[in-house]
Antibody
Framework: QVQLVQSGAEVKKPGASVKVSCKASGYTFTSYYMHWVRQAPGQGLEWMGIINPSGGSTSYAQKFQGRVTMTRDTSTSTVYMELSSLRSEDTAVYYC?????????WGQGTLVTVSS | SYELTQPPSVSVSPGQTARITCSGDALPKKYAYWYQQKSGQAPVLVIYEDSKRPSGIPERFSGSSSGTMATLTISGAQVEDEADYYCYSTDSSGNQEGVFGGGTKLTVL
């Protein structure tokens, strides 16, 4: 069965970077696009961007352009999301979400806390 | 930037029909998707491509879209349907940027 397992919680200082991983299993890794979505405490869902695991092409939300980088490692079926120049407003749960007919599988979420 | 607009809250009694709307200028050209999120959990897809229901989602969940508005309908809402609901779509500008609506808190009591 499809599983998306994300890396553990992180605490970072303002200005630092964070890299979150999402290891996929149960399907052909290169067959479906992966998205990243975040949710600040008590707030709604926010789309961050998409990566094609097959060729590695990416597209990012305008809001995160220049600060976010999404990559993949086909040898381990893992996608990564790195966010730089962190600020307190980046405190959120970050999800990877697999797109087949919609976001029909989600990772468990990774809490990133940005605090001095 | 493109926006999808949802009502902040909807409230119904058990057994009643709940309707949650999502409006966006690109919806005549782009599909709407609906997600249910219960407290502390990851979202779950309940409707895709405007009106299709994934396997395992109860039949009381349905979707429709007309013009610039998509609607999620829960016929005979149950207490366990109490959750936040989000619509999702993409803009039509060509960059295919994804966007979620602000979310609607459904209260069933």
């Amino acid at each position: 069965q499809v599983q998306l397992v994300q890396s553990g919680a992180e605490v970072k200082k303002p200005g630092a970077s964070v890299k979150v991983s999402c290891k996929a299993s149960g399907y052909t890794f290169t067959s479906y696009y992966m998205h990243w979505v975040r949710q600040a405490p008590g707030q709604g869902l926010e789309w961050m961007g998409i990566i094609n695991p097959s060729g590695g092409s990416t597209s990012y939300a305008q809001k995160f352009q220049g600060r976010v980088t999404m990559t993949r490692d086909t040898s381990t079926s893992t996608v990564y999301m790195e966010l730089s120049s962190l600020r307190s407003e980046d405190t959120a749960v970050y999800y990877c979400a697999l797109w087949r007919v919609g976001f029909d599988y989600w990772g468990q979420g990774t809490l990133v806390t940005v605090s001095s | 930037s493109y926006e999808l607009t949802q009502p902040p809250s909807v409230s119904v009694s058990p057994g009643q029909t709940a309707r949650i709307t999502c409006s966006g200028d690109a919806l005549p050209k782009k599909y709407a998707y609906w997600y249910q999120q219960k407290s502390g959990q990851a979202p779950v897809l309940v409707i895709y491509e405007d009106s299709k229901r994934p396997s395992g989602i109860p039949e009381r969940f349905s979707g429709s879209s007309s013009g610039t508005m998509a609607t999620l309908t829960i016929s005979g809402a149950q207490v366990e349907d109490e959750a936040d609901y989000y619509c999702y779509s993409t803009d039509s500008s060509g960059n295919q940027e994804g966007v979620f609506g602000g979310g609607t808190k459904l209260t069933v009591l």
